[in-house]
């Protein structure tokens, strides 16, 4: 059996008014991450994680900001794109861990769904996937509540 790690990261900017998506949630807050796609960046990371581990480049390599046909797309759906492209390549899905990094919302209580979201997408066991959140005690832009990161490792076996 062959085994591959893989490891992702994204960040967005947060704008005022706009909606906040992630892990497929829309959550209520008066600021959301902004993007070409809906800007989900756990979704985002973990795509990165998935491509990296399989040795296919990048999520911008895939769906390009200059690109209309992922303007405002659910990242759902490029996350299925993603799971398609390392299906043809002959790999499964062991497992994913992310964490995000945010003052605020607070995420805990919707990491069930967010959860849930995923593992209907790419078809494994919720227990496969975990989902943490933490803050940046304040300090940076994250702590000023200007952006938003996450980090995502995954495990995929050959097939």
């Known amino acids: 059996m062959k085994i591959k790690v893989g490891f992702g990261f994204d960040v967005h900017q947060l704008k005022e008014g706009h909606p906040f998506v992630l892990g497929g949630v829309t959550l209520d807050h008066h600021a959301g991450a902004f993007g070409h796609s809906d800007a989900d960046v756990l979704l985002h990371a973990i795509c990165d994680a998935l491509l990296g581990a399989a040795n296919l ?23 299925q794109h993603v799971v398609k492209l390392l299906a043809d390549k002959g790999y499964s899905i062991g497992n994913i861990d992310a964490m995000v990094c945010l003052e605020a919302p607070k995420i805990n209580p919707h990491i069930p769904a967010m959860k849930t979201n995923i593992a209907a997408a790419i ?21 000023r509540q200007e952006g938003v990161t996450a980090y995502a490792v995954c495990l995929i076996e050959k097939v």
């Open 57 to 79: 480049r990048d999520i911008g390599y895939h769906f390009s900001n200059t690109d209309n046909r992922w303007k405002g797309i659910s990242s759902l759906v490029l996350l």
């Open 123 to 143: 078809s494994i066991d919720e227990d496969d996937i975990s989902i943490k959140a933490t803050t940046n005690e304040q300090m940076g832009f994250i702590g």
